[in-house]
């Protein structure tokens, strides 16, 4: 820089430098773009492809009941229309399209120039894209799944019954969830680490506290179903008996571990919708939000309540009445923080002066729909008049009023809103208009109806009904409504899809927070300089604010080094803490996701050596990208941030963003191990012995080696920190390789347990689940090791050093989740059995 | 337990007229939850009402609000008066409903499935039909299947299982539902009251044909179910010819109880001719739709274990069904 730089110059070559930083690739490179920008609209579009093609299922299921005895499809097509319907809208729409979206938009929304894994970002949306492709289109094959999307056991567990379609599902949705868990990680860390300085936590905008309650609810709620899978899963590949009643398994504790994700789900879905309505209500009320505190508030409360009601789902199902009662009142409790969110929005609309543009047109639907369907809600909440209405066409009206009318039009109204911010145009007034009215009446037309048709008696998934039963006319009505809506939906892809719409002015609702500042969305980077924020809505309260941020009076308004550079700061107050260098636009997640799916599509069809070879390339492939794209060691330990301070490039331990995706990740990674150790207690509580009388036992002295050996590992660890930290290089090499192979044998240990016991996992649901807990731990015990390696490598190649030691922080706090599985394996398989 | 049927049906029609926008049409029919013909399936109507009622006031509270705020309010309210509506609106009301509402709900519970058997049913599902078997005085068991007859007036115990996958049975006319699980036994107990003709379904997915079934439900007279009950008890009385039937393979799956057929595989058609319907709910129980049921079952009826005979010669379809139209 020379002294003699004018502003304009400076302005110049500052965007010159971030332009550069932040280039879009062109042609076939531009698929390894990671940045969110492009991943979040490639994200948004796929999942909004899902939707509609699901829709497309729901009007030929609508065709085929317009009128009783039809034989347009026949009834296995049928159910796997059905079951197809419900796993896509929920599995490829709802809750990627919330991922999608907060990718969209989220780093914009906290002025970060990207979220802080970006290439995690676009390693999620291969899986998901891969995986949506790969369930969607089995029915493509007259392979769908076909047992519902609850896939309730023993019928989807029957192998002859069902064909590779219930292999499709669980696989296939397994690995979207690991990629649905990866974008939770993801996020969060983008909540807490990425804020702009001065952004304390109670200042962050609603949508991010969404954000960060939801992300933290798919971290609970999806493990469950991910063991469940896992049990699911060894039973009809390998005929481990977990739901087969004759070998001591039971099909309620696959229902348990349904719902235990699948109602934390249906808020899952709902909150991120809320949350948009939490952006759009203010600004066209052009006012604050009234009672900010109560509804992050509520929001918390909605997702803690939604873990305390999944057995609501089966009230059917014989429990005792204590249970019902208990369910029944913690299901009606769930209304009362969604009651606090929806009077939050007709207070800030009340005390403000509303401008009724499109978004808020779709608002208020949203609200109209939902309200009813909550009502409904209320309703099926209470197990007697449960009792009648569970699984018929009541139940279906309910959840599409809660589903569409929480989730479906409030998004809707989101695209309306954030349209020109993403694309810098503005969708159509008119269009908009006939699209709601099509959409909102059609949908009532073909919903409102199906509470009567589920009360005369009409059960759910069926593919024909007999005439005379007086369902003719409510079904037909139904069918039209369908169709009206699809009509609706027609009109606003034709709305987005269509050239020559007009050019949006910066900011076009007058809006108060910061995704607002982004000007001409073809800059790539995000935002021109990161402001200092001392507001809830900094547009409307922080002077002259656009204006700063444009020339670059803020923090990191360049890129001399021509690196990628986002803030990080602290996790409360948002003191800045770290320039962090994200890595820039690679193929690499998009091989190692195509090699990951591989190795699922291919233990679908039992390639079992091909899925074998497929994972372990795609491990590589990970290690690849990670050795060549994260922990880089900085060619200066700081940087000047601009607004006069400097900060450190580097950072390791909780300070750093991977420390806080390793943490997150291991607590969901817990969440799955518990859900294991659930479904062991759970045998243990239907039956009167368990283990049952005469069993094999694991071998305890091969157990308590196992744990020695897995307990010195982790000390070794320990010791390795503390040795690189004092730079000593030579020790701390032989204190990691040491720990990984006792980490290696540990877990070898802990396999023979069972093993010399003679436990055959075919045998009893004891066997299998003692075996099931055994492996899940090696596992974890080889992946340690893994990382052990990594970092003695590290070590080895001058990239970790006493200074820069994030990877070997990171891999210790690994091995405290890794050492407490360990010990709560040991003591369920070795401990329990002598007390029960 | 004042609630008969008939007052609750004076309300379904009240409820219609309250609702006239949103019901389309009646509430009658032979599988309708809200044309209730048993003390459960009353109150639950009942409650069904009520909660409609209120449901529909709040949902005109909340909406009219909501649009009122965003379309035709000219003064903004203050701050204050904000967050008190959001305080006593959205936290205070909803708390006090809701804990009302759930003691009255739950009130009904211990009512709903108290115990009193003084009839008890044993039904079985079966992809896709129902085993039923009356347990009598002195543990006489009678099997048959497909059809329930039910005394009007008297408590039945209902006791679920299943011995293939998870199915569920609902007669909404009579009460809720309740699954069956393979190695668990549930209990139902339902107290017909109006005697009538009703129809049951399963209510859980249970494979190909789960829409496929179904099974009449007769509530009868106190003394018509009796003297039903001892007829039921005896063995068949074939009038026609059982070679055919026994020939082809039939007595391998069915019993006929008092013949050579004791096959246990399929529904017991000891009475077949004297049941209303065909293939668990399927058709009317019709000599022509009994020769088409036969003849042609994998279509009728997809994902049935049954194989279909209509390769049999004319002669001797013609002889099987003669014995089935016999069995009454």
């Given at each position: 820089m020379t002294g003699s730089e004018t502003d304009e110059d400076r302005k110049r070559r500052e965007e010159r430098e971030l332009r550069a930083a932040w280039e879009v690739p062109t042609g076939w490179r531009y698929f390894s773009n990671v940045n969110n920008q492009i991943v979040g609209v490639w994200y948004t579009a796929a999942s909004f492809f899902f939707f509609l093609f699901a829709g497309v299922l729901a009007l030929i299921m609508r065709a085929q009941l317009a009128v009783p005895d039809n034989d347009l499809v026949p009834a296995g097509t049928y159910n796997q229309l059905y079951t197809l319907h419900g796993t896509m809208m929920m599995f490829l729409f709802a809750v990627p399209i919330f991922e999608a979206v907060a990718i969209l938009i989220l780093p914009q929304m906290l002025a970060a120039r990207d979220l802080p894994f970006p290439r995690l970002s676009a390693f999620g949306f291969w899986c998901f894209l891969i995986g949506g492709v790969f369930v969607g289109g089995s029915i493509l094959f007259d392979a769908a799944p076909d047992s519902g999307w609850f896939m309730y056991p023993p019928l989807a567990t029957d192998t002859k019954q069902t064909g590779i379609g219930a292999d499709i599902w669980l696989l296939g949705l397994s690995f979207i969830e690991i990629a649905s868990i990866a974008a939770a990680v993801e996020l969060i860390v983008g909540v807490l680490k990425c804020r702009p300085p001065g952004m304390r936590i109670n200042l962050m905008p609603l949508y991010c506290w969404y954000v960060l309650i939801v992300g933290g609810m798919i971290l609970f709620a999806f493990p469950p179903l991910i063991a469940g899978d896992i049990l699911f899963e060894m039973q009809r590949l390998f005929d481990w008996p977990f739901f087969d009643v004759a070998r001591g398994g039971d099909p309620v504790l696959w229902q348990h571990l349904f719902w235990i994700f699948g109602h934390p789900e249906v808020y899952i879905i709902f909150l991120p919708s809320i949350a948009l309505l939490a952006m759009i209500v203010p600004t066209f009320a052009q006012r604050p939000i009234l009672g900010y505190g109560w509804i992050v508030l509520a929001a918390v409360g909605t997702g803690f309540l939604s873990f305390g009601l999944w057995a609501h789902h089966m009230f059917t199902i014989g429990l005792p009445a204590l249970s019902i009662g208990f369910f029944s009142a913690a299901s009606e409790a769930v209304a009362i923080p969604t009651g606090v969110q929806i009077f939050v929005f007709v207070a800030t609309l009340l005390a403000g002066r509303v401008i009724f543009a499109i978004p808020m047109l779709y608002a208020t639907g949203a609200l109209a729909i939902f309200t009813f369907g909550g009502l409904t809600g209320v309703m099926?909440?209470?197990?007697?008049?449960?009792?009648?209405?569970?699984?018929?066409?009541?139940?279906?009206?309910?959840?599409?009023?809660?589903?569409?009318?929480?989730?479906?039009?409030?998004?809707?109204?989101?695209?309306?809103?954030?349209?020109?911010?993403?694309?810098?145009?503005?969708?159509?007034?008119?269009?908009?208009?006939?699209?709601?009215?099509?959409?909102?009446?059609?949908?009532?037309?073909?919903?409102?109806?199906?509470?009567?048709?589920?009360?005369?008696?009409?059960?759910?998934?069926?593919?024909?009904?007999?005439?005379?039963?007086?369902?003719?006319?409510?079904?037909?009505?139904?069918?039209?409504?369908?169709?009206?809506?699809?009509?609706?939906?027609?009109?606003?892809?034709?709305?987005?899809?269509?050239?020559?719409?007009?050019?949006?002015?910066?900011?076009?609702?007058?809006?108060?927070?910061?995704?607002?500042?982004?000007?001409?969305?073809?800059?790539?980077?995000?935002?021109?300089?990161?402001?200092?924020?001392?507001?809830?809505?900094?547009?409307?309260?922080?002077?002259?604010?656009?204006?700063?941020?444009?020339?670059?009076?803020?923090?990191?308004?360049?890129?001399?080094?021509?690196?990628?550079?986002?803030?990080?700061?602290?996790?409360?107050?948002?003191?800045?803490?770290?320039?962090?260098?994200?890595?820039?636009?690679?193929?690499?997640?998009?091989?190692?996701?195509?090699?990951?799916?591989?190795?699922?599509?291919?233990?679908?069809?039992?390639?079992?050596?091909?899925?074998?070879?497929?994972?372990?390339?795609?491990?590589?492939?990970?290690?690849?990208?990670?050795?060549?794209?994260?922990?880089?060691?900085?060619?200066?330990?700081?940087?000047?941030?601009?607004?006069?301070?400097?900060?450190?490039?580097?950072?390791?331990?909780?300070?750093?963003?991977?420390?806080?995706?390793?943490?997150?990740?291991?607590?969901?990674?817990?969440?799955?191990?518990?859900?294991?150790?659930?479904?062991?207690?759970?045998?243990?509580?239907?039956?009167?012995?368990?283990?049952?009388?005469?069993?094999?036992?694991?071998?305890?002295?091969?157990?308590?080696?196992?744990?020695?050996?897995?307990?010195?590992?982790?000390?070794?660890?320990?010791?390795?920190?503390?040795?690189?930290?004092?730079?000593?290089?030579?020790?701390?090499?032989?204190?990691?390789?040491?720990?990984?192979?006792?980490?290696?044998?540990?877990?070898?240990?802990?396999?023979?347990?069972?093993?010399?016991?003679?436990?055959?996992?075919?045998?009893?649901?004891?066997?299998?689940?003692?075996?099931?807990?055994?492996?899940?731990?090696?596992?974890?015990?080889?992946?340690?090791?893994?990382?052990?390696?990594?970092?003695?490598?590290?070590?080895?190649?001058?990239?970790?050093t006493a200074t820069h030691d994030i990877d070997l922080r990171n891999v210790v706090l690994y091995w405290h989740f890794a050492a407490l599985t360990m010990a709560a394996t040991l003591a369920v398989l070795l401990l329990a059995p002598l007390t029960m | 337990m004042g609630a008969t049927p008939d007052r609750r049906r004076r309300e379904c029609s009240a409820g219609l007229v309250l609702g006239a926008g949103f019901l389309v049409s009646a509430c009658g029919g032979p599988q309708s939850a809200l044309d209730p013909a048993g003390e459960e399936a009353a109150e639950i109507a009942h409650l069904f009402w009520v909660m409609l009622a209120g449901a529909g006031l709040v949902w005109a509270l909340v909406v009219g609000a909501a649009v009122f705020g965003g379309r035709f309010q000219r003064q903004p309210i203050s701050d204050r008066a904000g967050l008190r509506l959001i305080l006593w609106s959205g936290a205070f009301a909803p708390t006090l409903i809701l804990a009302g509402l759930l003691i009255y709900g739950l009130r009904l519970m211990p009512v709903l499935r108290a115990a009193e058997p003084a009839l008890r049913i044993e039904i079985s599902a079966e992809q896709y039909w129902w085993r039923i078997t009356y347990v009598g005085a002195g543990d006489v068991r009678i099997e048959t299947a497909n059809e329930l007859r039910l005394p009007a007036g008297r408590a039945a115990e209902l006791t679920l299982d299943s011995v293939d996958v998870i199915h569920s049975l609902w007669i909404p006319s009579l009460g809720g539902k309740m699954d069956m699980i393979p190695g668990r036994t549930n209990r139902l107990v339902l107290r017909p009251q109006r005697p009538g003709t009703y129809r049951g379904v399963c209510a859980e997915f249970c494979g190909t044909a789960h829409a496929l079934m179904a099974f009449p439900v007769e509530v009868m007279p106190p003394a018509d179910f009796d003297a039903w009950l001892v007829r039921q008890a005896a063995p068949a009385t074939p009038g026609g010819d059982e070679a055919a039937f026994l020939a082809n393979g039939c007595g391998g799956c069915h019993t006929v109880r008092g013949t050579a057929a004791t096959g246990t595989i399929g529904p017991d058609l000891t009475h077949l001719a004297g049941r209303s319907s065909l293939g668990a709910g399927l058709m009317p129980n019709t000599p022509g739709n009994r020769r088409r049921f036969v003849a042609d079952v994998e279509r009728l009826k997809p994902g049935v274990r049954m194989p279909s005979f209509g390769m049999l010669a004319p002669a001797e379809l013609d002889a099987i069904l003669a014995y089935m139209e016999s069995l009454r």
């Open positions: 099926v909440a209470l197990a007697p008049f449960d009792w009648q209405a569970h699984d018929s066409y009541f139940v279906v009206a309910h959840l599409h009023y809660t589903l569409i009318g929480g989730m479906f039009f409030p998004l809707i109204a989101g695209v309306y809103y954030f349209h020109p911010f993403i694309t810098g145009r503005m969708l159509s007034e008119r269009l908009g208009r006939w699209s709601f009215w099509l959409m909102f009446c059609g949908f009532n037309i073909a919903f409102l109806p199906m509470h009567i048709t589920g009360l005369r008696g009409m059960p759910r998934r069926v593919y024909t009904y007999q005439e005379g039963l007086g369902w003719e006319g409510l079904n037909l009505v139904s069918t039209l409504g369908a169709f009206v809506m699809a009509a609706g939906i027609l009109v606003l892809v034709v709305d987005v899809l269509r050239p020559g719409k007009p050019r949006a002015p910066r900011n076009p609702w007058n809006a108060g927070t910061l995704e607002w500042v982004a000007g001409d969305p073809s800059e790539p980077w995000g935002i021109r300089s990161v402001p200092l924020v001392s507001s809830r809505y900094p547009l409307w309260d922080q002077k002259n604010l656009i204006d700063d941020i444009d020339t670059g009076r803020f923090f990191l308004p360049g890129a001399p080094e021509g690196q990628r550079e986002t803030m990080v700061t602290d996790v409360l107050d948002a003191t800045p803490e770290q320039v962090l260098r994200v890595p820039g636009n690679s193929f690499k997640p998009m091989i190692a996701a195509l090699l990951i799916g591989g190795s699922f599509i291919a233990t679908t069809f039992h390639g079992w050596w091909l899925g074998l070879a497929s994972g372990v390339a795609g491990v590589v492939a990970i290690l690849v990208w990670l050795w060549t794209g994260t922990a880089r060691i900085p060619e200066k330990p700081t940087t000047d941030a601009g607004m006069g301070i400097a900060l450190p490039l580097y950072a390791s331990g909780p300070t750093s963003v991977g420390w806080w995706a390793m943490f997150i990740t291991m607590v969901g990674d817990g969440t799955a191990f518990l859900s294991l150790i659930f479904a062991y207690f759970y045998y243990w509580t239907v039956h009167a012995a368990f283990p049952p009388e005469g069993s094999a036992l694991p071998d305890l002295a091969l157990g308590m080696a196992a744990g020695i050996a897995t307990l010195a590992a982790w000390a070794l660890m320990l010791a390795a920190r503390r040795l690189n930290a004092t730079g000593r290089a030579t020790a701390t090499r032989l204190a990691l390789a040491l720990a990984a192979l006792l980490a290696l044998a540990g877990g070898g240990l802990l396999l023979a347990a069972p093993w010399n016991a003679g436990l055959s996992p075919t045998r009893h649901v004891y066997d299998a689940m003692v075996w099931v807990l055994a492996i899940w731990t090696a596992l974890h015990n080889t992946a340690g090791a893994l990382m052990q390696g990594y970092c003695l490598a590290g070590s080895l190649a001058g990239r970790l | -």
